[in-house]
C-alpha cells in the first residue's frame, strides 16, 4: 500500500469522523412539546403570533426584551422572550420560525424569522441577541 | 385587442435573438462534435465542421450581445410594459444603477453568466489549437444548456422551458383587471424599482466580477473533458495551468468583493457569516485551488491526474450546484439572503442540466479510468508533490463539509425519513463552520508555509531543516507578541495565529533569499504569502471584532470565546441614542447629531448623523473626531421593514462600523405624538421614588431654603422648594434638582421648574396637601418629551485592513504567476 494511500485514508477517515459528530450537532425543527423535553438545547420552532395575547415590549426599559405568545404546528401555545427589538410588522406576519431553547415553560428566542403575507415582500430575519 | 402605447419591437428583437442564440449555440456543439468524429477519418470534412462551429458560435456571441442590448435598451428607456424593467427598475432610478437592474433578477444574471461563457469562449477558440474542437465543443454545449434558460417557451399549460426577460407585464398578470382597457400603459407610469439594499456600487461591479469567476470555471472544466475525450493527457496542462490560475484571481476577487459589499454595505455585521450564498461561491473556488495544486504536482511529477481531473471537473459542477441551492428558493428559511426562488420549473431545470453534465463526466471517467496514467513508485515523504498532494485532499475535504453543511435542506426530507428526525441549518453557523476551518486554516496555512521549500521528487532535508527552523522561529516569536498584544487566548486560535505568521515570514524570506526577488518565479511566495496574510487578517479583525455600542469591550459570540457564565449574562450590543445627546460609546462620545433626508423621491432615504468624538481621559483635549452617516430607509409600498445600510470609518489598524437598528421620531415616523402632557406623582416622605423614562427620581425632602437664581425673594412669600435626586437606569445619580412652589399674597400660586437636559425631563412642584402637621403630601409634576431615537450598533474591527490587502497579494499572486506562464509561451514559440 502507498503511503499517499495511508494518508488519503487516514484524512477520510478523519473526514468521516468530523462529519459524524457533527450529526449530533445539526439542530432539528421541533415542537414546543418536544423542545421541552431536551430544554437547554437550541432548536428551531415553527409556529404563529398568537395575535389575541399582549405583547410586550418597552424599548425605554429594555429594547431588547420581546415577550409574545406563539403557537406551534401542533397546536400548543408557549410564552416566548425573544432577546432583541420587536421586529417591525410581526403582527402581519402568516408564520414564524424561531431559534431558541426551552426553560421553564418559557421559550428563550434568540432569532426569529418571518414569513409575510406579501409576495412582493421578501421574508424578513431578525437577530437577537446571543443568550 | 389592440394595445396603445406599447413598444413592442426591441421584445421581438430580443426574443428572435433568444432563439437564435440557443440554435446557433446547438448548431456549433453539433458541428464541433461532428469536427471531431471525422478528425481521423476525413480531415477534410472536420475542417469544415470546424469552421461550421466556428460560425456557429460567433453568430451565438453575436446573439447574446443582442439580446443584452435590447434589454439593456428596454430598462434604460423605462419601457414598463415589459415585466423585466417595470419588477426592477423605476423612473427615478439613477443612471448608474440601470446595469445593477440588469442583474437584479434571475433572467438577467443568467444572462450575465452567458455573456462572460462568450468572451472566454473566444479567447479559446482562438488558443486552445488541437483542443479546440473539444473544448469548444463542451463550451458550445454548456451555452446550450444556459439558453434554454432564457427560452421562455411553453409545453402545455404546466411545462414552461426558461423564462425569458422579455415578457410583457401583461402577460405575466393576464388576470389583472387593468390590462382589460387598451390604454393601461396610461395607468403604469413607473416601475416597481431596485432592492434599496442592491442600491450600491459594489451591486454595480460586484455581480460581473463574481460571475466572471463563476464562468471561467468552465474553461478547465472543458480542457480536462477534452483531455479525456481524446485520451491525451499532455497538451491540455499548460492551458489548465493558466486557466485555472486566471479564474482563481477572479473567482477569489469576486468572492471578497461579496465580503467587502456584505461589510460595508449590509447590515450583516461583518464580512462573512458563513451564510448559505457565500458558501456556495467558496466552495468552487476551494476546489479549483485543490485542483490546481494537483495539477501542477502531475505536470512536474507525473502524479495525482486522475484526481486533478476530478478536482477540476467538480469545481464546475459545484457552480451549477451553488446556482441550484441559491435560486431554487431550496434555501428559503436559511438564508439571509433570501433568494425568492423562481419555483419548481427552475429546480427540474437545473436538477436536469446538472443531470446531463454529471452524466456526461461519469460517463468520461469510467470510459478512460483505466488508461489515465499512472505512476507506480512511490513518491519521498520530503517532496513538494507529497504535502501539495495532502494539502489539496485538505482543501477538498474542507469544502466537502460546507457542502455539506449548506445542503442542509437538500438532504433533510431524506434524513427525516430515515432517522425520523427534521434537520435544520445550525443554530450557531459561526460556530458550526469556525470549529471545523479552523484547523483546515491551520493546516493549510503551514503548507502553504513549508511547501514551497521542498522540491519535487527530491528534496535535501537538511536545508529545508535549516531554513523552516529559522522562519517558523520568527513566525513563532511574532505570533506569541501578537497573540499577547491582542489577547487572543483561545489555544486553536494561537495556533492558527502561529500557521498565518509562520506563512507570512516564510514567504517573504522564500521569496527574497530563495528565489532572490526574481519577479517571474515569484508567484506562489506572494499567493502563499497572501493567503497566509488573509488568514491573519481573518482571525485578527474576527477574533477581536467587539461592540462599543453599550460598553462592552471584548465581548464577542463568535469564536465561542464566552464561558457558560458569561453567555447567562444577557447583553445588548445596541445602544439608544435620544437625538443631541452624547453618549459614550467604547472610548467615544456618540452624539445623534440630527438627520437628513436624500433627494426627493417616491423613496426616500433618511441619512443620521452621528458625531464621534474621542477625548484624552486627563486633559479632556479631543483627540479625535469624525462623523458617520448610516441611512435608514422606509420602502414606499407600504413596507414597515427598516431597511438600512451602514456607514464605517477606516483607521489604519482598526474599523469603526455602524448601523441603525431601530428609528423613532424625525422623517420616518409616522406614529410620533408631539403633544406632551404632564404627569402627576404624589410623593409623601423622604425616600419615595418617582419613574421617569430612562432612569427615576428620589425624593430627599422638602426644604424652606431656596437658593435658585431664577427666584428673586418677596417678602410675604411662602416659598418651599423640593429637592429630588435623578437617577438613570444604571443607578447612577445625574443630577440633584429643586422645583420651586411659591404662594404670593396667600392667593397667588407660583411655579418654577426644575429640568434634566439629558433626559429631555421637566419637573414641576405642583401643589402642596398639608394632610396633619408630621403629614404633608407632595405633588410633583412631570414632564418629559419624547425624544426622537435610534438604536444604533456599533462594532469595531482591528486590523481588518490587513485581510483586504491579503486578498489583494494573493490575487496579485496568481497574476503574476499566470504572467510569467504567458511569457515563457511566448517565448518558447
Known amino acids: 500500500m502507498k503511503k499517499t494511500h495511508i494518508v488519503l485514508l487516514v484524512l477520510i477517515v478523519t473526514a468521516i469522523a468530523v462529519l459524524v459528530s457533527e450529526f449530533g450537532n445539526f439542530s432539528t425543527y421541533e415542537t414546543f412539546a418536544s423542545a421541552s423535553k431536551q430544554a437547554g438545547k437550541k432548536i428551531y420552532v415553527i409556529g404563529f403570533l398568537q395575535k389575541d395575547k399582549p405583547m410586550e415590549y418597552d424599548p425605554q426599559k429594555d429594547k431588547d426584551h420581546f415577550i409574545f405568545y406563539a403557537t406551534d404546528k401542533a397546536g400548543n401555545m408557549n410564552k416566548v422572550i425573544f432577546n432583541g427589538e420587536k421586529p417591525r410588522d410581526i403582527e402581519k406576519s402568516e408564520q414564524i420560525v424561531m431559534m431558541g431553547y426551552e426553560d421553564a415553560g418559557t421559550f428563550h428566542c434568540s432569532r426569529i424569522q418571518m414569513k409575510c403575507p406579501s409576495k412582493y415582500k421578501k421574508d424578513m430575519v431578525v437577530e437577537g441577541k446571543s443568550s | ?829
Open chain 2, 1 to 829: 385587442m389592440q394595445f396603445i402605447g406599447e413598444h413592442l419591437r426591441p421584445g421581438q428583437l430580443g426574443h428572435f435573438f433568444v432563439i437564435t442564440s440557443f440554435v446557433a449555440a446547438l448548431f456549433s456543439a453539433f458541428s464541433y462534435f461532428r469536427a471531431v468524429r471525422t478528425e481521423q477519418t476525413d480531415p477534410l470534412a472536420s475542417r469544415s465542421w470546424l469552421l461550421f462551429g466556428r460560425s456557429g458560435f460567433v453568430i451565438h456571441v453575436i446573439s447574446v450581445v443582442s439580446i443584452f442590448a435590447a434589454l439593456f435598451y428596454i430598462i434604460e428607456s423605462h419601457l414598463f410594459e415589459y415585466n423585466y424593467a417595470w419588477e426592477h427598475s423605476s423612473l427615478s432610478l439613477p443612471g448608474k444603477y440601470l446595469l445593477a437592474c440588469f442583474w437584479e433578477g434571475q433572467e438577467g444574471s443568467f444572462m450575465l453568466w452567458t455573456f462572460w461563457h462568450c468572451m472566454l469562449g473566444l479567447v479559446v477558440m482562438r488558443t486552445a489549437k488541437g483542443l479546440e474542437t473539444r473544448t469548444m465543443a463542451i463550451i458550445a454545449l454548456v451555452q446550450v444548456c444556459l439558453c434554454t434558460m432564457i427560452l421562455g417557451l411553453h409545453f402545455g399549460p404546466h411545462i414552461q422551458l426558461g423564462k425569458t426577460p422579455f415578457i410583457l407585464l401583461r402577460h405575466v398578470m393576464q388576470d389583472a383587471p387593468i390590462f382589460s382597457s387598451p390604454n393601461y400603459m396610461n395607468f403604469i407610469t413607473d416601475g416597481n424599482g431596485l432592492n434599496v439594499s442592491l442600491r450600491n456600487y459594489w451591486m454595480v461591479i460586484h455581480p460581473p466580477v463574481l460571475f466572471l469567476g463563476f464562468a471561467s470555471t468552465l474553461i478547465p472544466f472543458a480542457f480536462c473533458i477534452a483531455a479525456l475525450w481524446k485520451g491525451e493527457y499532455q497538451t491540455f496542462v499548460k492551458p489548465t495551468i493558466a486557466w485555472s490560475l486566471f479564474n482563481g484571481a477572479v473567482l477569489g476577487t469576486g468572492i471578497m468583493m461579496g465580503g467587502a459589499w456584505a461589510y460595508e454595505s449590509l447590515n450583516f455585521g461583518g464580512y462573512w457569516a458563513w451564510d448559505p450564498v457565500e458558501n456556495a461561491s467558496l466552495v468552487p473556488w476551494l476546489v479549483l485551488v485543490a485542483g490546481l495544486h494537483t495539477l501542477l504536482v502531475y505536470k512536474s511529477t507525473g502524479r495525482a491526474l486522475s484526481l486533478t481531473i476530478i478536482l477540476l471537473l467538480l469545481s464546475h459542477l459545484l457552480v451549477w450546484y451553488s446556482t441550484f441551492l441559491t435560486r431554487t428558493g431550496i434555501l428559503g428559511k436559511t438564508s439571509v439572503h433570501a433568494f425568492t426562488g423562481d419555483g419548481q420549473a427552475l429546480y427540474y431545470h437545473l436538477l436536469v442540466v446538472i443531470g446531463i453534465l454529471l452524466l456526461l463526466v461519469l460517463a468520461l471517467l469510467i470510459w478512460r479510468w483505466r488508461g489515465l496514467p499512472r505512476i507506480k513508485t512511490e513518491e519521498e515523504t520530503l517532496s513538494r508533490e507529497f504535502w501539495m498532494f495532502i494539502g489539496s485532499v485538505i482543501l477538498f475535504l474542507s469544502s466537502m463539509q460546507i457542502t455539506l453543511s449548506t445542503s442542509i435542506p437538500v438532504w433533510s426530507p431524506l434524513a427525516k425519513w430515515i432517522s425520523g428526525k427534521d434537520f435544520a441549518p445550525p443554530t450557531d453557523p459561526m460556530l458550526h463552520y469556525n470549529n471545523i476551518q479552523v484547523w483546515v486554516a491551520i493546516i493549510t496555512g503551514i503548507l502553504s508555509a513549508s511547501v514551497l521549500y521542498m522540491k519535487f521528487k527530491h528534496s535535501d532535508g537538511k536545508v529545508i531543516a535549516k531554513r523552516l527552523g529559522i522562519t517558523s522561529l520568527i513566525g513563532l516569536v511574532m505570533a506569541v507578541a501578537i497573540g499577547w498584544g491582542q489577547h487572543i487566548t483561545m489555544w486553536q486560535y494561537d495556533i492558527m495565529l502561529f500557521s498565518a505568521c509562520f506563512g507570512i515570514v516564510a514567504n517573504i524570506y522564500y521569496g527574497i533569499v530563495v528565489q532572490k526577488a526574481k519577479f517571474k518565479t515569484l508567484g506562489p511566495s506572494v499567493a502563499h504569502l497572501g493567503f497566509a496574510m488573509v488568514l491573519l487578517g481573518i482571525l485578527l479583525s474576527s477574533y477581536n471584532k467587539h461592540a462599543i455600542s453599550f460598553n462592552i469591550t471584548g465581548e464577542q459570540i463568535n469564536f465561542n470565546k464566552k464561558t457558560a457564565q458569561e453567555n447567562l449574562v444577557e447583553n445588548s450590543e445596541n445602544e439608544l441614542l435620544f437625538r443631541g445627546v452624547a453618549s459614550p460609546m467604547g472610548e467615544y462620545q456618540a452624539t445623534y447629531v440630527n438627520d437628513s433626508e436624500s433627494v426627493k423621491g417616491k423613496d426616500k432615504i433618511i441619512y443620521y448623523n452621528i458625531y464621534f468624538e474621542k477625548r484624552d481621559p486627563k486633559t479632556r483635549e479631543i483627540k479625535e473626531q469624525f462623523f458617520l452617516h448610516p441611512d435608514a430607509f422606509l420602502n414606499s409600498k407600504g413596507e414597515a421593514a427598516l431597511t438600512v445600510n451602514p456607514s464605517t470609518k477606516h483607521f489604519w489598524d482598526h474599523d469603526v462600523f455602524t448601523y441603525v437598528n431601530v428609528i423613532r421620531g424625525g422623517y420616518l415616523d409616522k406614529n410620533r405624538t408631539d403633544t406632551i402632557s404632564y404627569k402627576s406623582n404624589i410623593v409623601n416622605n423622604p425616600g419615595d421614588t418617582v419613574l421617569i423614562m430612562g432612569g427615576y427620581m428620589i425624593f430627599n425632602g422638602l426644604d424652606r431654603k431656596v437658593s435658585d437664581a431664577r427666584y428673586e425673594p418677596v417678602d410675604s412669600d411662602l416659598v418651599i422648594c423640593a429637592r429630588f435626586t435623578v437617577y438613570d437606569n444604571k443607578d447612577k445619580p445625574i443630577k440633584d434638582i429643586a422645583p420651586i412652589y411659591i404662594l404670593r399674597n396667600r392667593r397667588e400660586i407660583l411655579h418654577i421648574e426644575d429640568s434634566v437636559g439629558i433626559l429631555n425631563l421637566n419637573v414641576r412642584f405642583e401643589n402642596l396637601n398639608v394632610k396633619s402637621p408630621t403629614s404633608v403630601s407632595t405633588e410633583i409634576m412631570v414632564k418629559q418629551t419624547d425624544a426622537d431615537y435610534i438604536v444604533l450598533k456599533a462594532l469595531v474591527f482591528p486590523f481588518i485592513n490587513v485581510l483586504w490587502l491579503g486578498v489583494i497579494v494573493m490575487v496579485l499572486g496568481f497574476f503574476i504567476s499566470l504572467g510569467s506562464l504567458l511569457s515563457m509561451e511566448v517565448a518558447t514559440r
